[in-house]
């Protein structure tokens, strides 16, 4: 870039090799913008890229590990060197885990606060102040149902999402005067690969629930964002859902979403090694403590 041009407006996605990342991508390309495609491997990046590219639209590849400190950083000097701005941030990467938090392995569980916690943030509060100061642009971050309730049997991945969609709302509001929009989007279950990743697509929860399309998701999203609304709540079923978390206390909704997320199979919280069906369930539990 020389020195009389001015850096381009691009679209970052975050997560935008699969899901709702890549229908958000594809969607945003249309907006006669470059579109930044950010995940961990360029071969599936190379994939959407190139239908993006097909369909008449601008996008670049980025593989990046935002499990590493300097993720952020690395998307910077990207942005620098090919002479791009990041005008709208989406925010779409992220996994979680089904199972006991006693049981699940630590690296894991510690590894969704890097991804879906910090990188988040980390990635917004560098590209957030330079939209501000250019008065346009703003941020999608991608939260959950997950985050209007604790989640037992998926703790932290209900717990990251819940950073998110209070991160959210929060910068939404310290922002909304200066052109910025800050945008959190809270589907219910989406056909991905992430219900199959995660484990969830076993749980009685996550079957009850029907479930979205990614395109469907990625539609809401970026006309939910270009309406500047705080939060994008995808589904009637999803909005329900939210709504009887809202209503429950606590001391009933907590037995119930863990009733609904947890199999017979499952192993046991209670770390005997026992499936679930064969330990606590049946009043087996160690120190003589039954558990539903």
């Not at 090919?82 to 049981?103: F, P």
């Not at 998926?154 to 959210?168: D, T």
Request: hydrophobic share 45%; glycine share 10%.
């Amino acid at each position: 870039m020389t020195s009389q041009q001015s850096p381009r407006p691009a679209i970052v996605v975050v997560g935008a090799s699969r899901g709702i990342g890549r229908a958000i991508a594809e969607l945003a390309a249309r907006d006669d913008a470059p579109v930044v495609l950010v995940a961990r491997t360029i071969e599936s990046l190379r994939v959407v890229e190139a239908a993006i590219k097909q369909a008449g639209g601008e996008a670049f590849s980025l593989p990046v590990d935002l499990t590493a400190h300097d993720a952020a950083s690395i998307l910077e000097e990207f942005l620098s060197r090919e002479g791009l701005v990041c005008d709208v941030l989406v925010n779409s990467a992220g996994y979680g885990l089904r199972g006991a938090a006693t049981a699940l392995p630590i690296a894991d569980q510690v590894g969704m606060i890097d991804v879906n916690v910090r990188a988040l943030a980390d990635l917004t509060l560098r590209l957030l102040p330079g939209m501000v100061a250019r008065r346009r642009g703003g941020v999608i971050n991608l939260a959950s149902v997950a985050s209007f309730t604790p989640g037992p049997y998926m703790a932290m991945y209900y717990a990251s999402k819940a950073f998110v969609r209070s991160f959210s709302e929060a910068l939404y509001q310290e922002t909304r005067r200066t052109g910025v929009t800050v945008t959190c989007v809270a589907p219910g279950p989406v056909s991905t690969e992430f219900l199959e990743k995660s484990g969830a697509n076993r749980a009685a929860l996550f079957k009850a629930l029907p479930k979205a399309s990614p395109e469907y998701v990625a539609d809401c999203a970026w006309r939910g964002f270009k309406a500047r609304r705080r939060l994008v709540i995808p589904g009637m079923s999803a909005r329900l859902a939210i709504l009887m978390a809202g209503i429950l206390p606590s001391a009933a909704l907590l037995p119930l979403v863990g009733k609904l997320q947890l199999r017979g199979n499952d192993p046991c919280p209670c770390g005997s090694g026992k499936q679930l069906k064969h330990c606590c369930r049946a009043g087996h539990a160690k120190g003589g403590t039954a558990s539903a």
